[in-house]
Nanobody, 121 residues
């Protein structure tokens, strides 16, 4: 059974930083692209950032470029999201996902339960 478990969310002031982690089990982690999505209240889930299985290629949504960084450690079956210069509009539940990658949520097969990130202005 596949499990993706996010951690690291919380409450932070605008301009602050958080580091999210997503620990995977039950799958061959190194064979999957990983992505982070987020969903704010009253809004649809949106793509934030993705990384290929090797970690060689990454893609970011425009609003987080230069502020967020995704990385992965295949030896630890973990993907990370470093979030700097946080803004109130980054407030959302953040989900990690494993799959074929790309911006389309439909290309991800497995999802975590989400972790809340709240940025106070």
């Amino acid at each position: 059974q596949v499990h993706l478990v996010e951690s690291g969310g919380g409450l932070v002031q605008a301009g602050g930083s958080l580091r999210l982690s997503c620990a995977a089990s039950g799958l061959t982690f190194s064979r999957y692209a990983m992505g982070w999505f987020r969903q704010a209240p009253g809004k649809e889930r949106e793509f934030v950032v993705g990384i290929t299985w090797s970690g060689r290629y990454t893609s970011y949504t425009t609003s987080v470029k230069g502020r967020f960084t995704i990385s992965r450690d295949n030896a630890r079956n973990t993907v990370y999201l470093q979030m700097n210069s946080l803004k109130a509009e980054d407030t959302a539940v953040y989900y990690c996902a494993a799959g074929r990658g790309d911006y389309d949520a439909g290309r991800y097969h497995y999802w975590g339960q989400g972790t809340q990130v709240t940025v106070s202005s």
